[in-house]
């Protein structure tokens, strides 16, 4: 009766997870080096979800498999007075593009939201269930 709730909280932990990668995404959308400094930009990220539970995939809810990197390839813009330019004025960026992370945040923000909503319409009926048995 309970494994509802269970459901619900899987789908908010999936969906705060891609959140997070996509903020990560825009916040390094003109990154031109990596950490350690090397002329590499960041490679957006992207969340694999799969069904069912991380420990148990045949039961129900969702669960993250993986954070992937998306290799497409980098965006390259002529700036030859950018200190990150090659030998021919190229500058590699991300391969984020700003626009599809935005639709993909809001799909996983009404997915967040659609959750709440779920487990709150659940804690209601169980809330009206025991008023019934009291």
Same mark, same amino acid.
């Given at each position: 009766m309970f494994n509802i709730l269970d459901i619900g909280a899987a789908?908010?932990?999936a969906q705060r997870v891609r959140m997070d990668t996509i903020a990560g995404n825009v916040l390094n959308a003109e990154t031109t080096r990596n950490e350690a400094g090397e002329r590499v930009p960041y490679r957006r990220r992207f969340v694999v979800l799969e069904p069912g539970d991380a420990n148990d995939p045949r039961g129900p809810g969702v669960h993250v498999a993986q954070v992937g990197l998306? *290799? *497409?390839p980098f965006q390259k813009r002529y700036e030859p007075g950018h200190v990150d330019a090659d030998a021919d004025g190229y500058v590699l960026y991300p391969n984020v593009h700003l626009p599809?992370?935005?639709a993909n945040m809001l799909e996983a923000s009404r997915a967040y939201e659609a959750s709440i909503t779920m487990m709150e319409t659940t804690k209601a009926m169980l809330n009206s269930s025991l008023r019934l048995l009291a």
């Open positions: 789908g908010l932990t998306d *290799s *497409s599809m992370e935005f």
